[in-house]
């Protein structure tokens, strides 16, 4: 939990508990469903109860955490109804978002797209889940930004929270790791082609792998 530490010599006080707060609920150290005791959390970070409730608040809105009456904040949980759904709006948005690429983005973006897909296949990024969700991350945001569709982007952007929970869920799988990197490299290949229908069906393809493994993991 040292991960938690403030420094007050940065950023704004209350961004940084915010931030302390969504990583340790992004890497896992607060589980789905765990109790945040506000007593706990303003001795560990040496704040205020004023501040934690801000920044919980903050949170609550990015629907990492949910307030239950008379009970007090806790870790948002993703059900399955809710996972299911979520994939399928990322499955038809990562593929508009593709054949966009595919059509719209420049020569440097499509070189940062492969290094950044080669890094996700690298030893480095598989030493930990955390780097790997964070490898991820970046391969995505390289390639909103070269879709030429910001609509695409701020939805795909509002909803990454969830989608990088959901992403845990299905990197952890065993013998998924191997299958993603593949699948990645055929995307890049083919948006490196220039082929936006194959582009398009290809980030469908992936998105929908990684939903058949995740919903395994509710139903097991």
């Known amino acids: 939990m040292t991960n938690l530490h403030i420094n007050r010599a940065t950023v704004s006080l209350k961004q940084q508990v915010i931030d302390r707060l969504r990583d340790a609920i992004m890497d896992g150290t607060f589980a789905p469903g765990q109790k945040l005791v506000e007593k706990d959390l303003c001795a560990l970070l040496g704040i205020s109860r004023t501040l934690l409730r801000e920044a919980l608040q903050h949170l609550e809105a990015e629907e990492l955490i949910t307030t239950i009456p008379h009970k007090g904040p806790m870790v948002a949980v993703i059900d399955e109804a809710e996972a299911r759904a979520i994939y399928q709006v990322r499955q038809a948005l990562e593929a508009l978002a593709g054949e966009g690429f595919a059509l719209n983005a420049s020569d440097e973006q499509m070189q940062a797209l492969r290094a950044s897909m080669e890094y996700v296949a690298s030893e480095e990024a598989a030493a930990t889940t955390q780097k790997l969700l964070e490898a991820k991350n970046d391969f995505y945001k390289i390639l909103l930004r070269g879709c030429g569709n910001q609509i695409i982007a701020n939805v795909l952007t509002q909803l990454n929270n969830r989608i990088t929970l959901l992403r845990r869920l299905s990197l952890g799988e065993a013998g998924r ?17 220039r082929d936006a229908v194959l582009a398009k069906r290809l980030c469908g393809e992936h998105v ?13």
């Open 208 to 220: 929908a792998n990684a939903a058949q493994v995740a919903m395994k993991r509710f139903a097991s």
């Open 177 to 193: 790791m191997p299958e993603t990197s593949c699948e990645l490299m055929g995307i890049v290949e083919a948006l490196e082609n």
